[in-house]
């Protein structure tokens, strides 16, 4: 069985400082992996995601993560934290076989302070 | 523009009162799923459907229906029999092929009084 967990519910940064979000996944296959951010009342928008091939993937918005199959990790990182990061972000993981159920992680709130 | 739409943005009911919310899409996808969100518990699987006229219970399923008769549409039906019906709902589609991310819909937040 595949599950995601994101350490942080809520995370606090400054203004241009790094901005880390954490995901770890347990899936017995190769994983599919996904980041995604929603804003307040809205529905969710992919930033990145890991397939197949290069560990370091960039996405929108100056986000990037890298997937650590030894650590089984994929966390999300941002050099320098903007007030409009601020919003509730995803991690999920799929996998090849089955009809390719997503799990979701809880959500880790970024708050972004001035 | 291609998309998902979901309607109404907001919606509320009376308990007891079954009631549907919609979701078109225009993206050519063949799978379509839908998920309720809670505080701090992420996204549940209510539903989701591979195919036209096919669907299958995700994990949260009871209390809820569903219909798939238009590549287009998946409508989600809140039954009375739901207990907690009051949450943030949301639909997503996905080209069914292998790594593809999910498209999701701008949700409906509903309040059962």
């Known amino acids: 069985a595949q599950s995601v967990t994101q350490l942080g519910s809520h995370v606090s940064v400054s203004e241009g400082a790094l901005v880390l979000l954490r995901c770890n996944y347990s899936s017995s296959v190769p994983p599919y992996l996904f980041w995604y951010v929603q804003y307040p009342n809205q529905g969710l928008q992919l930033l990145l995601k890991y397939t197949t091939g290069a560990t370091l993937v960039k996405g929108i918005n100056g986000f990037e993560a890298e997937f650590k199959k030894s650590e089984t990790s994929f966390h999300l990182t941002k050099p320098s934290a903007h007030m409009s990061d601020a919003a509730e972000y995803f991690c999920a993981v799929s996998y090849s076989g089955g009809y390719q159920k997503v799990t979701f992680g809880t959500g880790t709130k970024l708050q972004v302070i001035p | 523009d291609g998309g998902i739409t979901q309607s109404p943005k907001y919606l509320f009911r009376k308990e007891g009162q079954n009631v549907t919310l919609s979701c078109e899409q225009n993206?050519?996808?063949?799978?379509m799923y839908w998920y309720r969100q809670d505080p701090g518990q992420g996204l549940r699987l209510i539903y989701y459907?591979?195919?036209?006229?096919?669907?299958q219970k995700g994990d949260i399923a009871e209390g809820y229906s569903v219909s798939r008769e238009k590549k287009e549409s998946f409508p989600l039906t809140v039954t009375s029999a739901q207990k907690n019906p009051t949450a943030f709902y949301l639909c997503?589609?996905?080209?069914?092929?292998?790594?593809?991310?999910?498209?999701f819909g701008p949700g409906t937040r509903l309040t059962v009084l």
């Open positions: 993206l050519n996808h063949d799978a």
């Open positions: 459907s591979q195919i036209v006229n096919d669907f």
């Open positions: 997503a589609s996905r080209e069914d092929r292998l790594g593809n991310e999910q498209f």
